[in-house]
């Protein structure tokens, strides 16, 4: 059983880790996201998804407490979300500019252990655990600029997980990637999920992606961002490439969210 279902081993309910209670966020003169309310629960792996404009990324940075709300509240764990907190790390689109290019893969991890005061000692040993981890383990004398973007991705994970996040946000992070590398970073994704029982909250524009990765799907209205769908991903665990979709709920799920966008854009 995940963690993040409604009833844990002891039978209690629990609580959200992450919660928006109407939250209106107003930038420029424009409101960006109005009345949006949703919890996250420890251990869920929610994806949002909807058409531009819909406001995925801003709800993304109110929950990393990059953004604070015009109206309304985002808590964690009860408490009001009032700036970044080192327990939840985010993972960019953009993985060219997340990472440092004149430190090499070892040197942007060991950037984290340094924010958390990590032992000058320790790091090594920790370094080579998350570069391993993540599927990079002969790469940490190489710089950004020498590794594909696939394995720059896997670096910026790599840092993120360095944090010993509770929450990980991701912002359409496999956007840029081919097909192929996508699909290989989803499933270790999923691994590295399933292994630390860590809450994520992950934006794409891609369907099957969130039907794939998910637990819930939160489908948003545009202008402004606001809930239209929220739908649970009934598949089993652990997902297949092959098989996971040819299942007929992914078919139907697929062919559900893609009403949804479409309608939204009309």
Same mark, same amino acid.
């Given at each position: 059983?995940?963690?993040?279902?409604?009833?844990?081993v002891?039978?209690? !309910?629990?609580?959200?880790?992450?919660?928006?209670?109407?939250?209106?966020?107003?930038?420029?003169?424009?409101?960006?996201?109005k009345?949006?309310?949703?919890?996250?629960?420890?251990?869920?792996?929610?994806?949002?998804?909807?058409?531009?404009?819909?406001?995925?990324?801003?709800?993304?940075? =109110?929950?990393?407490?990059?953004?604070? @709300?015009?109206?309304?509240?985002?808590?964690?764990?009860?408490?009001?979300?009032?700036? @970044?907190?080192?327990?939840?790390? !985010? !993972?960019?689109?953009?993985?060219?500019?997340? =990472?440092?290019?004149?430190?090499?893969?070892?040197?942007?991890?060991?950037?984290?252990?340094?924010a958390?005061?990590?032992?000058?000692?320790?790091?090594?040993?920790?370094?080579?655990?998350?570069?391993?981890?993540?599927?990079?383990?002969?790469?940490?004398?190489?710089?950004?600029?020498?590794?594909?973007?696939?394995?720059?991705?896997?670096?910026?994970?790599?840092?993120?997980?360095?944090?010993?996040?509770?929450? =990980?946000?991701?912002?359409?992070?496999?956007?840029?990637?081919?097909?192929?590398? %996508?699909?290989?970073?989803?499933?270790?994704?999923?691994?590295?999920?399933a292994?630390?029982?860590?809450?994520?909250?992950?934006?794409?524009?891609d369907?099957?992606?969130?039907?794939?990765?998910?637990?819930?799907?939160?489908?948003?209205?545009?202008h @402004?961002?606001?809930?239209?769908?929220?739908?649970?991903?009934?598949?089993? %665990?652990? %997902?297949?490439?092959?098989?996971?979709?040819?299942?007929?709920?992914?078919?139907?799920?697929?062919?559900?969210?893609?009403?949804?966008?479409?309608?939204?854009?009309?």
């Amino acid at each position: 059983m995940r963690a993040g279902n409604d009833v844990g081993v002891k039978g209690a !309910v629990s609580r959200p880790l992450i919660e928006f209670s109407n939250v209106t966020i107003d930038l420029g003169g424009k409101s960006i996201i109005k009345d949006l309310s949703f919890a996250v629960k420890p251990g869920e792996f929610v994806c949002i998804i909807g058409a531009s404009g819909c406001g995925k990324t801003t709800a993304l940075r =109110l929950a990393a407490g990059l953004y604070q @709300p015009t109206a309304g509240s985002v808590k964690f764990s009860d408490d009001a979300m009032t700036g @970044p907190r080192r327990d939840i790390a !985010v !993972v960019f689109q953009d993985y060219g500019k997340a =990472l440092l290019p004149w430190r090499t893969a070892a040197g942007n991890v060991s950037l984290a252990l340094e924010a958390a005061g990590t032992p000058t000692a320790q790091r090594q040993a920790r370094i080579g655990a998350l570069l391993a981890k993540v599927g990079l383990p002969t790469h940490g004398d190489k710089y950004p600029a020498e590794m594909s973007g696939g394995m720059q991705q896997r670096l910026q994970i790599a840092r993120c997980l360095a944090q010993d996040p509770v929450v =990980l946000l991701m912002d359409e992070p496999f956007g840029a990637l081919d097909a192929m590398t %996508r699909q290989g970073l989803q499933d270790e994704v999923l691994s590295l999920v399933a292994a630390s029982g860590v809450t994520v909250i992950f934006v794409t524009h891609d369907l099957e992606e969130a039907i794939y990765l998910g637990d819930r799907v939160i489908g948003l209205l545009p202008h @402004p961002g606001r809930i239209g769908i929220d739908v649970p991903v009934d598949l089993p %665990r652990p %997902r297949d490439q092959l098989a996971t979709r040819e299942n007929p709920e992914f078919l139907r799920l697929r062919r559900h969210l893609f009403d949804f966008i479409k309608a939204s854009e009309s």
